[in-house]
């Protein structure tokens, strides 16, 4: 396991699920890479991942894919949600995030999901 620095590139995840953001936080670390949970997208270019959680914050899916273009165009962008919520998994991909999942999808790929970062 790589500990994360002040340096690492950082994955950003946009939800309201604090629960779930310790699973998400344990696999970005494990990878080596610093964590945020934010509700919008901040304006730093060290991001490597921004996950949107579709169930807490399908709201900032319409633009996220200019303002990732402007900020962090190297970013990994991945949205998620319920399987249920076909009309928020649609909107994700009508919005260009090139990865959109279910939850148990993500869920599943999380142990796997970040690359990690080289020293």
Same mark, same amino acid.
């Given at each position: @396991?790589?500990?994360? #620095?002040?340096? #690492? +590139?950082?994955?950003? %995840?946009?939800? /309201? !699920?604090? @629960?779930? =953001? #310790?699973?998400?936080?344990? =696999? ?6 610093? %964590?945020?949970? *934010? ?6 270019? !060290? ?15 319409? /633009?996220? @894919? ?6 962090? &165009? !190297?970013? *990994? ?13 649609? =909107?994700?991909?009508? =919005? /260009?995030? +090139?990865?959109?999942? *279910?939850? /148990?999808? %993500? !869920?599943?790929?999380? &142990?796997?999901?970040?690359? &990690?970062?080289s020293v």
């Amino acid at each position: @396991m790589t500990e994360p #620095s002040q340096n #690492s +590139p950082c994955v950003v %995840f946009l939800s /309201g !699920d604090l @629960m779930f =953001a #310790s699973r998400v936080r344990g =696999a970005a670390e494990a990878a080596g890479y610093a %964590f945020q949970l *934010t509700g919008a997208l901040p304006e730093q270019s !060290d991001i490597a991942y921004v996950i949107v959680d579709l169930s807490t914050r399908s709201g900032v899916v319409d /633009g996220l @894919m200019h303002s990732c273009a402007a900020v962090c &165009p !190297d970013a *990994t962008v991945i949205a998620y949600g319920p399987h249920v919520q076909l009309s928020r998994l649609d =909107a994700a991909k009508q =919005a /260009g995030i +090139p990865t959109v999942m *279910t939850r /148990g999808q %993500f !869920d599943r790929s999380l &142990p796997r999901l970040f690359t &990690p970062k080289s020293v």
